[in-house]
């Protein structure tokens, strides 16, 4: 009795203890979420809007990532007061844009005095906004934005809900970074309306940094002051640049103006990238989308509501497009000399109906092999079709040989035999 339950503890141990401590040492519940600020973020948020807040709060996420991400999976949770988690789904983020959700939509409200927020992510990693200690009694239609070259986030009498962040201190440019503002003098309200990108150079010939243009166009039947208004590139916000117009920069009715990299400081990415034209107060005016893959001196160009690649660039007159024409494939050398070699043989080489002797009109050699081996699988089918009937022939043959019809056809095979013979 002994032996058998110390039997049943040995197999215990050896079998089931292992189960039970990978159940212990397995990951626990996280109570920290690991910190994640890659990817899709929280990019702006507006707690203090001009009007009621329950109608002007919102929240914007930005996807940094070169691909559209699924938003399903992802939520949203304040951290002080009463919080509220907001969990997405059914919505998508495209690759450099933008997502906003009101406050109706999400249930969250942000507090005046001191909030904070949290992006989870559908692995269970987070982004928290980590402004708890600066949001403090924030001025009336004044947005928390952040700022990915400082990375940092900076309140801003600018809000931007959809687009790229613009910082201002009671409507006077902050770091105007190669903008043409570098004054930081006020910016005129500036709605841009009718202005239009209509041409880019992303790869011209010579070099990048000095021979980069992008062209805009009025479609005004009026003369605009462009200040105010501005250029940005659109891939990554991280990487982008911004180009204001200078108060005073005027564009005619039906004018093209070309602005150059050397004066907008914007870099054009061959593989894929895309130009905003954005108001004064940062709303999108024009967006050229993403372009892929630019080959050298093709302009990308607007036309009839569309954009097309062209190999006739246009810089400041209306666009021609005119297709590029691919490159012929270059032949391998070894092919050129093989080529060159059985022309200089078949020439040598004809008979007198004009035919290139050697010129078959039939299969190539190896359609021929193909043929070949095709016939003789038939065969070896075949084969092995007759082989069992011949086996069992064998096995009957002498009542074969006894049966009426054989003794006849035996009989007169025996007659033409001894007609030969004679």
Known sequence: MLRRVGTVLLLFWVFLMPVFAVAQNGPDIKTT???DCSGVVISEFIPNPVGVDSDGEWIELYNQTNSEVNLNGYSITDTEGTTHKYSISNATIAAGGFAVFDRETTGITLNNDKESLILTKPEGASCQTDFAKDTVNPKEGNSFAYDFNSKSWKWTTTPTPGSTNVFTVDNIAVNPTNSGNDSAMPLPQNSCAGIMITELMPAPAGSDSENEWIEIYNSNSDTIDLGGCALTDKL????????TFPVGTIINSGEYKVLT???TKISLNNDSDGVMLLASDGTVVFDTGLYKNAKENIAYAYSDGQWFWTSTPT???PNIITEPTPKAAKKPKSTKAASKKAAKSTSKTQGNSGQVLGDSTGPSGSDSKKISDKVL????VI???LAPLGYLVYLKKDWILKQS???KILKKLENIKELFVR
Do not use: D, E, F, N
């Not at 990554?236 to 180009?243: A, D, I, L, M, P």
């Open 236 to 243: 990554k916000v991280g990487s982008t640049t911004k180009y």
């Open 377 to 380: 699988g038939y065969i070896l």
């Open 261 to 263: 990299r050397p004066v």
């Open 33 to 35: 979420a690991v910190t």
């Open 405 to 407: 019809i054989v003794q």
């Open 383 to 385: 084969l092995a079709c």
């Open 315 to 317: 810089p400041g007159v």
